[in-house]
Each structure stands twice: as structure tokens, then as C-alpha cells.
């Protein structure tokens, strides 16, 4: 049953790099598409993990676990960005955290 859970996060990191290099190769609104669906479920994957009570809102209290918390997300997925990407990445993360 651990080989099974295994072999699923393996594909699940698989489709992870396929979808970015989907990004690199692919046309602007593709591109924007995948963006917006790996900070879905980065932030939903950050949004279960934040301690119940903590203000969303208040940027500057949540914006270093959300940050570490990335760091940890994207190297769970080999998931390598340059530090723009990974800035524009926690900034749209930051901002759906206030939207939901």
C-alpha cells in the first residue's frame, strides 16, 4: 500500500514538471493558465496547514510562512523557480490567502 501512495506522489510531481515545462514552451495564455492553477493549489495547500485564528489579511504576519511554506511546496514538487518567478508566485499566493 506505501508503494501505491508512493507511485501516486511520484506522478503527482511528474504532471507537476510536466505542467511547467508546458509553461516554458508554451504561448502566453497557456502559460498564465498554469500560473494560475499551480498558485490554486499552492495556496490551497497552504490554507489547510495555517493555525486556525490567524488573520489572512495582516500580510506582514502570515507573508514569512507563507514563504517557507513555499520554499518546502516547491522543492516537495522539484519545482525550480528564478527569484522573479517565485516572487510573483507568493505575491499571487498572498493575495488569494485574502480573497478566500
Given at each position: 500500500?506505501?508503494?501505491?501512495?508512493?507511485?501516486?506522489?511520484?506522478?503527482?510531481?511528474?504532471?507537476?514538471?510536466?505542467?511547467?515545462?508546458?509553461?516554458?514552451?508554451?504561448?502566453?495564455?497557456?502559460?498564465?493558465?498554469?500560473?494560475?492553477?499551480?498558485?490554486?493549489?499552492?495556496?490551497?495547500?497552504?490554507?489547510?496547514?495555517?493555525?486556525?485564528?490567524?488573520?489572512?489579511?495582516?500580510?506582514a504576519q502570515i507573508r514569512p510562512y507563507v514563504h517557507d511554506r513555499l520554499d518546502a511546496l516547491l522543492e516537495e514538487r522539484n519545482i525550480v523557480l528564478n527569484r522573479?518567478?517565485?516572487?510573483?508566485?507568493?505575491?499571487?499566493?498572498?493575495?488569494?490567502?485574502?480573497?478566500?
Amino acid at each position: 500500500m506505501a508503494d501505491k501512495v508512493n507511485d501516486n506522489d511520484r506522478r503527482n510531481k511528474d504532471e507537476d514538471l510536466s505542467e511547467l515545462r508546458v509553461l516554458r514552451d508554451s504561448p502566453v495564455p497557456v502559460t498564465r493558465d498554469a500560473f494560475l492553477d499551480l498558485r490554486d493549489k499552492l495556496c490551497a495547500q497552504i490554507l489547510r496547514t495555517l493555525e486556525p485564528g490567524i488573520d489572512v489579511t495582516q500580510r506582514a504576519q502570515i507573508r514569512p510562512y507563507v514563504h517557507d511554506r513555499l520554499d518546502a511546496l516547491l522543492e516537495e514538487r522539484n519545482i525550480v523557480l528564478n527569484r522573479g518567478e517565485k516572487r510573483q508566485l507568493l505575491e499571487a499566493i498572498l493575495t488569494g490567502l485574502n480573497s478566500s
